[in-house]
């Protein structure tokens, strides 16, 4: 890896590909790989591989990877043991007429992590904390869905941060509180006494244009006894987060107790699979409510995910992640501080964000990340950063010599 | 391949893993899969592995496959060339912090092949149906939506043939219309003047627990100019039916001219991919409507896609299918014939049905079914069937001499 701020960067073949995209897809690039808030000309558009926890762009930079795919790679780009596994179901077939063992397999598999009874799977994080709404209104009879200001739950009408095509009944029965704030939340259940089927959050705040924010001490206590009190179904979307902070679900990290638990994203490290989990009480509701897709009984991704949660739990994974996390926060932490600039460092260690203190519009960020991706580190400007079990103590140290670089030219820029 | 009525196939295996589902998922078996409604014990309930036109059970049951997945596999099982494409790309990656050149390409292929301008990709059916509803609202600024009563267009709140977990207000502006009958089109038009965004509509009518039903001569004329007279965008629901009739689109096949199309299930040959096609002047309003996940740029499948195409114009496979299906149907024809049994065969040859008339209940269907499936041949009680590339003559052929059995028995048992 070439991290010498002399090694001129082209994106060229980045740009070319996103003008032939812009003719044929709208947006050119759509959704969170959009390069639209990041620096023009600054960042890669366009991939081409990806090992361990690097990956090339498409006009042959290196970099090494804080993304992670937005998540799906825990374990690294590539892992030979997650594919082998999912290379021998793929000999055998991947989309039947049925499902495989490899859906019960999975299943008990997640029951037993989660300490719920019963688990069921797709293809899209969304399409887990739709149903998992659906199933709380199908098992209370009631409507309503408090979710946070700011969370994000997928990009289905109920939820998406979009507004283009959406109609306001779409969005009639969710009603939003503030992260970290009971009394709005207390005030929100007074409101709709009676009338709220449950109450869906991610196990942190981990908003976009934001810093993160972990729940703080009594919080979630505090959610669960609220919705106890008033048979209001508990939903964590630990989408996101999942696999990073527990292996058994973020819930246990932060030791609170939903009752409808969402996973995607590091699942499978990489391949496409989503999985909700719930409380044996909830069974015959969720039994009631539609649930099928194409792909969804997919047995490559399912074998995948099985790899990856025995790799996760066999190599202490999360613990190295958290490890490996600490030294980058703490790095990032000393690195500004010797160039005098404040920065927030938040979220757990494994899902770590950086941001700069009073930094309107996000320039400062923006010009900090580009400067790495110059250096060959790939970090996002306004979305949480991940960790992966294939990062080293050398990357973090090589990480923290770019920042070293690149909090000396925004410091200088300040002046 | 066992078509011999003698040899007795047992189901012990998928009735022990339905048993050990059932305790750690709702249901067992959710959605499409499910076995709910066929004869208990009498067919295969999990899958292990496929080849071709051919999957085997968990209890080593071998079956000749009319159903192809639910629809994905068009070219047959594990085609070696789609599979090679396939791990060239895995090799390098798949999930990344980017699309690749693969999403451009396969864009680019599919605006070529369908005559519209643009498109963008995920990981379900749904997800493009779903979001060409709303970039149909955000285009027109309008909230109804028109449907064909008992067509399916996937597992969202919408338009979801379940009822558990839904509220009114998921399907307030959702209104239904008879297929093949444009005076209850023009009745919900003059009903809702000036505020209908879409109209969404299969190419072909095919309801579960019906006959499939080709479009009236001139019905699709009649919907095209209601539509455009009233300013209502045309949405094509092609994910069950494209690339079997035409490799640009069923609207190609029965010649109209939709404004939106949306394609899965064939499109990769059993990857995990969907696509939502649309004419150019809807691509700004499409660029302002929400649209990501987690794998949707997921670069497998892309690469499969772009082989399965190829291959199905090269090879011309949809003119194979057509043919065989035509074998498929006329041999039902004159074997239900030669046993004086009534039958309906409907939907295109590539995407066959047949039905018993006058079979209330299914249970005459039923029980031929479970025949076929005593003698290797899986085919769907009450959901339309499908062919592949890679059915054979000589598996057709064996197909009609097990049918010819399974006849005999159904005729025996109505006497």
Redesign the interface.
Known sequence: MSTSPEAPRSYAESLR?FA??S?????G?????SPALTVPGKF????????GGR?W??DGNEFL?F???????VLG??HPEV?AAAEKQ????????????A??LL??RL?ALTGL????F??????MT??A??????FTGR?KILRVRGGYH????WC????????P?DR??VHVFQWNDPDTLRDLLARHRGQVAALIASPYHHPAFGDSALPAPGFWATVEELCRRDGVLLICDD?RAGFRLHLGGSHQHFEFAPDLVCF??ALGN???ISAAV?KAEL????????????????AVAMRAALATLEILERDDCISRMQRIGERFTAGLRAGAEKHGLRVNCSGPPAIPFMSFAADTGWQRQRDFCAEMARRGV?LHPHHNWFLCAAHTEADIDGALAAADAAFALVAAGEK
């Open positions: 590909l032939r995209a003719r044929v897809i709208p947006g690039i759509y959704g969170h790989t890669p558009n366009f991939a081409t591989h990806a090992e990956y762009d498409a990877d993304m992670c795919g937005y998540g799906p790679i780009y590539n594919e793929r000999r055998d077939g991947d989309c039947f007429n049925h499902p495989t063992e859906t019960v299943a008990e029951a009874g019963w688990a069921v797709g293809k899209n994080g969304s399409d739709t149903w709404v659906q199933v709380a209104r199908e409507k997928g990009s289905h009408a998406s941060p979009g507004h283009g095509g959406i109609i009944e009639e029965h989408v995607s994203k990489g391949h496409a719930g069974k015959v509701a969720a039994s009631r409510v539609f649930l099928t897709g194409s792909f969804w009984q997919g790939f």
